[in-house]
């Protein structure tokens, strides 16, 4: 008897960028995690959680996480999905939407868990390359009459965002549901959030993993209209958002004011390592997102890469097709961009 479908069988799977452990002391600028800790508040209301929260099953709705974003984003709560980490969201869109042979459409190269998620479901992946700008690929994506479009804004791992009117557009001209993963919204200028009100088939993806500094948490949410929520709801798991995530979440949205002082800090520092990069000589994209993409002036991403590793210093390589002449690496603290500026100094 064969145990496994055979979609399963012969997909390769996601492989997460390097995870060391903590006590490893390396400067990490690869995964694309906020350098700087959660609020204060977090940390304060982490040491209130007691036996009893943690006894009791939690909110299936994760409704006080739910209220702190309405508020924060000014949406009705029924139009607010909670999940663990973002990462899940996608998981259900695909399971409530993509069966065997639907299509799913993106440009690439994108966030690669995309993929994952369509050969688990045996969906047909349809994959169109951007061009070296990075600009959305907006005839291609419509003329693939995919189930699901999806495009990343700030795309990972190019760092480029699509103006408003372009998604606006997009969103109108497809007939399938198109998926905007906002994962690194808070560090771009613009945001699609309206775009839920104008259409009918728009659902937008935040984490706080990112701006909010809680990778660790995993906690995420989805903004789409009520028809759409309403089947994403019986595909998730009843009690998906544990209760300390959904309760330090809360919280963590509530502090806007010190979310807001680190993506200040990090787009300043995103300016810096950009100007500073282009002054080694390397190809710097221009990006909304708390990490650049850069082409070093010698075609040699996968030695630096290596050279930087054995000094302690991760950053990303991807070791495939229209990636593997380039690195992206995460903005970190003002220290860490620091060293890691001297020693490509030393090796570039
Ligand atoms: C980090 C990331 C996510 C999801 O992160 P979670 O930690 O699961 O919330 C989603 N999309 C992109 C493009 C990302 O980079």
């Known amino acids: 008897m064969e145990y496994f479908r055979e979609n399963i069988k012969q997909m390769i799977g996601y492989i997460p960028g390097e995870q060391p452990s903590p006590e490893e002391q390396v400067i990490k600028l690869n995964t694309n995690e ?170 937008i993806l935040r984490t706080l993993s990112k701006g909010y500094s809680l990778a660790g948490i995993r906690l995420g949410f989805g903004i789409a209209r009520t028809e759409i929520l309403e089947q994403l709801f019986k595909v998730k798991d009843s009690y998906n958002v544990d209760a300390v995530a959904a309760r330090l979440g809360a919280i963590a949205i509530a502090d806007q004011q010190y979310k807001n002082a680190n993506v200040e800090k990090i787009k300043s520092a995103r300016a810096k390592m950009k100007v500073e990069l282009e002054r080694l000589g390397f190809r710097v994209w221009p990006s909304g997102g708390n990490f650049l993409l850069c082409r070093p002036p010698k075609n040699n991403a996968e030695e630096i890469y290596q050279t930087l590793k054995a000094r302690g210093i991760l950053i990303r390589y991807f070791n495939q097709q229209g990636l593997d002449d380039k690195l992206r690496i995460t903005i970190g603290t003002e220290e860490q961009n620091g060293v890691l500026i001297t020693v490509l100094k030393e090796i570039v």
Not at 54 to 77: C, E, I, K
Not at 88 to 102: M, Q, T
Not at 143 to 149: E, I, N, P
């Open 34 to 203: 906020n350098p700087y800790p959660p609020s204060p508040e977090v940390l304060k209301e982490l040491k209130k959680i007691d036996a009893e929260a943690l006894r009791r099953y939690p909110d299936p709705m994760a409704n006080q996480f739910r209220r702190a974003v309405s508020r924060l984003l000014n949406v009705p709560v029924d139009w607010i999905i909670v999940t663990n980490g973002s990462d899940e969201l996608l998981s259900i869109v695909f399971r409530a939407c993509v069966g065997k042979g639907d299509k799913v459409a993106y440009p690439v190269p994108t966030y690669l868990l995309y993929k994952t998620l369509a050969e688990v479901q045996a969906g047909e992946v349809v994959e169109i390359p951007f061009d070296e700008d990075f600009s959305l690929p907006m005839d291609k994506l419509i003329d693939t009459r995919a189930k699901l479009t999806i495009i990343s804004s700030p795309n990972s791992p190019s760092g480029t965002t699509y103006p408003k009117e372009q998604v606006d557009e997009l969103a109108a001209k497809i007939d399938g549901l198109l998926l905007i993963d906002e994962a690194y919204v808070d560090f771009a200028d613009e945001d699609c959030l309206e775009l839920i009100a104008r259409h009918k088939n728009v659902i």
